[in-house]
Nanobody, 123 residues
């Protein structure tokens, strides 16, 4: 199984940028896709972005398209989420997730999750 650990969260002003990282370890020889999700207090977990094992396929939610970029460095065993033009309503705990197989935007199809990193967008 793949183990995941997020980092890089923090406080940022509206319009600012932040880059999240997710270090992964374990059974990384098999092909697995990865994704970023977020969950605000009192809300359901929401899909943000996903990337295929080789990195050729990426999918974004409409709300972040053009502002967020998902990428992966297999030599560093790290998944990234570059976020720009952040908005207060994007304050949430951000989670990375992994699954063996193709990309999907559906959270419950990812069996492996990190503990999350808090992102707060506020003045």
């Amino acid at each position: 199984q793949v183990q995941l650990e997020e980092s890089g969260g923090g406080l940022v002003q509206p319009g600012g940028s932040l880059k999240l990282s997710c270090a992964f370890a374990g059974r990384t020889s098999d092909e697995f896709s990865m994704g970023w999700f977020r969950q605000a207090p009192g809300k359901e977990r929401e899909f943000v972005a996903t990337i295929s094992y080789g990195g050729r396929r990426t999918v974004y939610s409409d709300s972040v398209k053009g502002r967020f970029t998902i990428s992966k460095d297999m030599s560093q065993n790290t998944l990234y989420l570059q976020m720009t033009d952040l908005r207060p309503e994007e304050t949430a705990v951000y989670y990375c997730a992994a699954r063996y197989g193709s990309t999907t935007t559906v959270a419950n199809r990812y069996p492996r999750w990190g503990r999350g990193t808090q992102v707060t967008v506020s003045k």
